[in-house]
């Protein structure tokens, strides 16, 4: 097998006292779809942040395409351009119309002449279902749409892996499908994926395998037959359960809700 | 429920002041007041004395065109370049106080404190005065247009940097997450993205600086200008005392006015317009 498109490799990530990340070892194939689940406060953003460096890890390396992202003297920027990043609160540039959210990146960053950005932007759009919201703005679009846009301005650079940190928490109920059938589609396409989520059925049905984390730890790392339908460890377990049936979770100590919620 | 179970105590009041009753007679004792001070000003005022000193029609008719192609113009030109070298630098103090390096930060913060604790008119005087007595032989391009922009600019300067801060810090960070993700550098992602953003957000205050500058302007006095140079407070001042009357002083506020009021409706708009927007 050739080398893992992504590779993590004894990461560790403090701020200040509060060790977030504590030894994560982790290997991502080449057209492989990985989806990360546990609780709140878990590590699993902070994972996916350390891979494109949006954190700095405290201690650990981590590759991507074979080029050490941790290495000081690596250029970042021309890293990251192969890593796409989709977030839960879509982070579009609310100034910009849709259209040139794909473009603008595409110009700036990779120098694309006018027309060609301009092609790379629609078919973007097309491939995302979106192709007659090209001239609307952000604010105009409902969430699922807005995400779906900011999948294809990740694509439109052309990325080699994408990262997905719960693409779908902030939507509606009914809009997360049409999101989750886009990320299918990558999927299908062969794109190398890191998926942080909660739905599961996605999960189980389209990740090549599911990782399970808590306490900045990796518990459990498998198939999503063996992860989610027959755990091993108990922590999972809990969490499954609690996951798929809320109401039935008893009142615990210490689970403050949904922390770590970015302002939009 | 039905009609008969209607709770008594709810119902309107017969007796005492209701609610409505209330409002109207406090509306209406604003009103008597208002109408009392219009009034109490009509009648003590010597309209006679107040029209000869303020509202001589020829006194006025002779003001023109120069009023408008002199002063008002050498006002509205004062105040833009001011208000562009205020802009320039207001923006580089600005990310000097965002900056990583602390010196940076330090002299920003130095800066900022001192013109914003001067007066105006001691920074007119500096530029107009001190700098060409301290430093013999230097000459600031383009005469007093040149020394106006950099008086003005400097007073500017700091209250633009605050407030472009201000407008930086209001874009959220997942702004620059997302562009750094994209591939964006540190200063390519400020200029294309977050920048753009701050500029919408601080449009309103940025346009109030702008109507603070336009009355500086009338500090260019203190240079000491010729009389192609004049701007409107200095000319309405001018033609006051050889016409021993008031009129041109209200002539000259007029033009002011007609500069800042829709100015001041402008920013108001935008700012609605914001509120709009975030909903
Ligand atoms: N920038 C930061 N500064 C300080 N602490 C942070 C920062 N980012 C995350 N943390 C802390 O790191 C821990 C893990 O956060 P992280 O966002 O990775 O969790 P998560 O598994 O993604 O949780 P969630 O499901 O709520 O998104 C939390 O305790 C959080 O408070
Ligand atoms: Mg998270």
């Known amino acids: 097998m050739s080398r893992p498109e992504i590779e993590v490799r004894a990461l560790h990530k403090s701020f200040g006292d509060n060790e977030v990340l504590r030894g994560i070892d982790l290997e991502i194939g080449r057209g492989e779809v990985v989806c990360v689940i546990g609780p709140s406060g878990s590590g699993k953003s902070t994972l996916l942040r350390c891979v494109n460096l949006l954190e700095e890890p405290s201690k650990g390396q981590v590759f991507v395409g074979g080029t050490e992202v941790t290495d000081p003297d690596v250029d970042i920027d021309a890293v990251r351009r192969r890593i796409g990043m989709v977030f839960q609160q879509f982070n579009l540039f609310p100034h910009l119309s849709v259209t040139e959210n794909l473009t603008l990146p595409q110009r700036r960053v990779l120098g694309r002449d006018k027309a060609e950005a301009a092609r790379v932007a629609a078919e973007n759009l097309a491939r995302v279902g979106l192709s007659e919201k090209a001239d609307a703005y952000p604010a105009s679009l409902s969430g699922g749409q807005q995400q779906r846009v900011a999948i294809a301005r990740a694509l439109a650079m052309g990325p080699r892996v994408m990262l997905f940190d719960e693409p779908t928490s902030a939507l509606d109920p009914e809009l997360v499908g049409d999101v989750l059938a886009v990320m299918r589609g990558l999927a299908e396409d062969g794109m190398t994926m890191m998926v942080v989520t909660h739905e599961m059925t996605f999960a189980r049905e389209v990740a090549d395998r599911v990782v399970f984390m808590d306490g900045g730890v990796i518990v459990e790392d498998g198939s999503p037959g063996q992860v989610i339908g027959s755990p091993r460890h108990e922590r999972t377990r809990h969490f499954l359960s609690r996951l798929l049936d809320p109401a039935m979770a008893e009142v615990e100590e210490g689970t403050s809700g949904q922390g770590g919620g970015e302002t939009p | ?279």
């Open chain 2, 1 to 279: 429920m039905t009609d008969t179970e209607t709770d008594t105590s709810l119902q309107p009041k017969k007796k005492g002041l209701t609610r409505r009753r209330k409002r109207a007679l406090s509306r209406g004792a604003q009103y008597a007041v208002f109408v009392a001070a219009v009034i109490a000003f009509a009648v003590s005022a010597d309209w006679g004395r107040l029209k000869n000193q303020f509202a001589q029609a020829d006194i006025a008719q002779q003001m023109f065109p120069d009023v408008i192609t002199l002063a008002l113009k050498n006002t509205v030109l004062y105040t833009l370049s001011g208000f562009v070298v205020g802009l320039v630098l207001g923006m580089v103090i600005a990310l000097m106080r965002l900056s990583s390096v602390g010196p940076y930060r330090w002299l920003a913060g130095v800066y900022i404190e001192i013109f914003r604790g001067l007066p105006a008119l001691l920074i007119f005087i500096f530029v107009g005065v001190a700098v060409p007595l301290a430093f013999p032989g230097t000459e600031i391009p383009g005469g007093t247009y040149g020394k106006v922009a950099i008086a003005l600019g400097l007073v500017s300067a700091a209250y633009m940097a605050e407030t472009i801060r201000a407008g930086i810090q209001a874009v959220p960070k997942g702004q620059l997450e997302a562009a750094r993700s994209l591939g964006f550098s540190p200063a390519r992602a400020m200029v294309s993205i977050i920048v753009p953003q701050a500029f919408r957000i601080i449009l309103p205050p940025l346009t109030n600086e702008l109507v603070l500058l336009f009355k500086d302007s009338s500090l260019v006095l203190f240079l000491g200008v010729t009389l192609e140079e004049r701007e409107l407070s200095k000319f309405g001042r001018d033609l006051a005392s050889t016409t021993a009357n008031s009129t041109p002083i209200l002539v000259a506020g007029l033009c002011y006015l007609l500069v800042t009021v829709p100015l001041s409706f402008v920013v108001r708009r935008m700012e609605s317009k914001a509120q709009e927007a975030i909903r």
